[in-house]
Nanobody
């Protein structure tokens, strides 16, 4: 079992920045991918960014150049630095982790990010 706890959401104006953190605990050695998804009201959950144990990253086109994902393996924590935020970035952001062998997915409870215009 893996537990994920997010922090760092909040209200920010257009053009502002936020940093989200996700701390993993439990059977973390089984995890090979961690990342962030988001879900806006009335929309499907979508991938924002993910990072592998080896440091490879993927980003949604809508956030490339503005968001950066990083991982501190010693702290079992993944971060999402969000810059130049836009109102369309408003959503609940969920931390995600996937086990390498079973491909089982774990989710955090989510943290609200609201960008005012």
């Amino acid at each position: 079992q893996v537990q994920l706890v997010e922090s760092g959401g909040g209200l920010v104006q257009t053009g502002g920045s936020l940093r989200l953190s996700c701390a993993a605990s439990g059977s973390i050695r089984s995890i090979n991918v961690m990342g962030w998804y988001r879900q806006a009201p009335g929309k499907q959950r979508e991938l924002v960014a993910r990072i592998t144990t080896g440091g490879s990253t993927n980003y949604a086109d809508s956030v490339k150049g503005r968001f950066g994902i990083s991982r501190d393996n010693a702290k079992s924590t993944v971060y999402l630095q969000m810059n130049n935020l836009k109102p369309e970035d408003t959503a609940v952001y969920y931390c995600h982790a996937r086990e390498g062998l079973s491909r089982f997915d774990y989710w955090g409870r989510g943290t609200q990010v609201t960008v005012s215009s």
